[in-house]
């Protein structure tokens, strides 16, 4: 598969800046999908054209492929030219062999609304036989004015939509990237359900999940009952381990878009909640989503969500109750794990440390994920059940803590459960 970005712009050439590539290069990667390149066959001033060729043709995998090249981009983060992060510019992104399966107008129904101007061809058979019909390839010509960053999250949510196929496990975590890619546009798309049903593999559990996110006023009343997904059985868990803690304030270290949040606010014994991350953008979705503009004085009192990173020291963690890191660890590097062990056991040393984690023992019941693959794209490393209670134990021996591990959701004989937590608490004699 190939994809091509043309761009014009104050000076077009600059688009190196934003996408952390250098225009002089042709660079190359083995990435789990393939192997992938990034070239720039045009630079000037006035039109300079990226291209993306990924040896795998699934959408899905360059779809993932963009989100490893170009995570900052995505993420709209530019610290050499700031500036050029909200800067909209005239596009043309082509995708002379995109899969399309659905209707002839698909395309045009997904990136239409957003605003771009679609030109998508159908790709017969064979052109020597005619009779053969279209084949399920689109030949397609996106053309808008966004900045860079909007338009790659578009791509990367509506690209394995118009597959209709995603080539690798579709969990709860795909529920949240959802939510955390297309949060400010999806809510609003017409084709809003279709898009999570098709990203979500037709998953019901996930999709009613994203769009209570992304449509919470959205009617009910037709969703038929259905068991708890493992992001609210985590969710429960980790509320019942505070209960029993008697914690009555709590950080929610990683706290992404406010799930667990909002659950906190919902139980008054929780007095004090302050929810911490490192994405700006995550933070202000969390403002949105719990609605804290219209909130109350008296609660809008007991929340706070403030920046900060799980592996820096902040003085603005310290004197809390408990602590929860609920699917924060796997997303930092192993190298840097001792310093967000530091940050959390040894500077802000909350009287309770919840941390939920992947089991990585359990993989291998997830249709389509293959023997050694992480769960999720962003993870860095996946414990198994023996190294997480090695290293709880480590952290609890090194830190004056005692240190409990239990499993979340469904138990398997062989391999556990898929979700596995820490309930580490502060021995009183260290202090």
């Not at 609003?188 to 049903?197: A, M, Q, R």
């Not at 409990?404 to 596995?420: A, F, K, L, S, W």
């Amino acid at each position: 598969m190939t994809a091509n970005a043309t761009t014009d712009f104050p000076d077009a050439s600059e688009i190196g800046y934003l996408l952390h590539k250098h225009p002089d290069r042709v660079q190359s990667w083995n990435l789990p999908m393939g192997t992938t390149t990034v070239l720039y066959p045009e630079v000037s001033a006035q039109r300079t054209t990226v291209a993306v060729l990924l040896s795998d043709g699934a959408a899905s995998g360059l779809a993932v492929a963009l989100s490893r090249l170009f995570k900052q981009t995505l993420a709209g983060v530019c610290s050499t030219r700031p500036e050029l992060v909200s800067t909209a510019m005239d596009l043309t992104i082509s995708m002379p062999s995109a899969p399309s399966r659905g209707s002839a107008d698909l395309a045009s129904r997904m990136f239409g609304p957003l605003g771009w101007t679609v030109d998508a061809r159908p790709i017969p058979l064979d052109p020597t036989q005619p009779t053969w019909g279209d084949s399920e390839y689109i030949d397609l010509v996106l053309t808008g004015t966004f900045t860079l960053s909007a338009a790659l999250r578009h791509l990367y949510v509506l690209l394995p939509v118009l597959d209709d196929g995603k080539h690798y496990w579709v969990g709860e975590d795909e529920a949240d990237k959802l939510v955390r890619v297309a949060g400010d546009w999806l809510g609003d798309h017409p084709e809003s359900s279709l898009i999570s049903s098709r990203y979500l593999a037709h998953r019901r559990e996930l999709v009613a999940s994203a769009l209570d996110r992304l449509v919470p006023d959205a009617p009910q009343d037709d969703v038929a009952p259905r068991d708890p997904t493992l992001a609210e059985q985590r969710v429960h868990a980790v509320l019942a381990a505070l209960a029993e803690s008697g914690a009555r304030s709590v950080i929610d270290l990683g706290c992404g878009e406010g799930r667990l949040l909002r659950d906190l606010l919902a139980h008054s014994t929780f007095e004090r909640i302050l929810g911490a991350d490192v994405s700006d953008r995550a933070l202000a979705k969390a403002h949105r989503r719990l609605r804290l503009d219209e909130m109350a004085d008296r609660q809008r009192s007991r929340i706070e969500l403030i920046q900060s990173s799980a592996t820096y020291r902040d003085v603005r963690l310290q004197g809390f109750d408990a602590m929860v890191l609920m699917e924060v660890i796997e997303h930092v590097d192993l190298a840097r794990l001792p310093a967000l062990v530091r940050s959390v056991f040894s500077q802000a040393r909350p009287r309770t440390v919840l941390v939920t984690t992947p089991n990585s023992e359990y993989n291998v019941l997830y249709p389509g994920l293959e023997a050694g693959s992480f769960r999720h794209v962003d993870h860095r490393f996946e414990f198994t059940r023996a190294q997480f209670e090695q290293w709880s134990a480590a952290v609890a021996g090194d830190h004056a803590y005692a240190v409990r591990v239990e499993g979340i959701g469904p138990r398997d004989p062989n391999h556990g459960t898929p979700t596995q937590m820490a309930v580490f608490t502060r021995e009183e004699q260290s202090e």
